[in-house]
């Protein structure tokens, strides 16, 4: 069974990082491009970044372009989001999921294309 285990998220202010982490059990992680998305109050669940099985490809929302990166550890299953120059927009639950698939290289963006997801991790950032 796959499970996705979120962490790192808290209450910062506005311009401060924070490091969300991600470790992925079970046997799929190789196998698997992830991705982080987050929801805010009364908003639709949407992507923030993703990156491939090899990790050579990454993708990422507009909003978050040049303050966040994503990375992956293989060796601890662990997928990362590092979000720097944090704005109250920011504010969300982040999920982070896992997509597997035979593509080395690709990069979903869809949240149907993933197949399975966390619980979520609150981040909170005031002004």
């Known amino acids: 069974q ?3 285990v979120e962490s790192g998220g808290g209450l ?3 311009g401060e990082s924070l490091r969300l982490s991600c470790e992925v059990s079970g046997r799929t992680f190789g196998r698997s491009a992830l991705g982080w998305f987050r929801q805010a109050p009364g908003k639709e669940r949407e992507f923030v970044a993703g990156i491939s099985r ?7 929302a507009d909003s978050v372009k040049g303050r966040f990166t994503i990375f992956r550890d293989n060796a601890k299953n662990t997928v990362y989001l590092q979000m720097n120059s944090l704005k109250p927009e920011d504010t969300a639950v982040y999920y982070c999921a896992a997509d597997v698939r035979y593509s080395l290289h ?6 149907n294309e993933y197949d399975y997801w966390g619980q979520g991790t609150q981040v909170t950032v005031s002004s």
């Open 106 to 111: 690709a990069v979903g963006t869809e949240r």
């Open 54 to 60: 090899t990790g050579t490809s990454t993708n990422y």
């Open 2 to 4: 796959v499970q996705l």
């Open 12 to 14: 910062v202010q506005a």
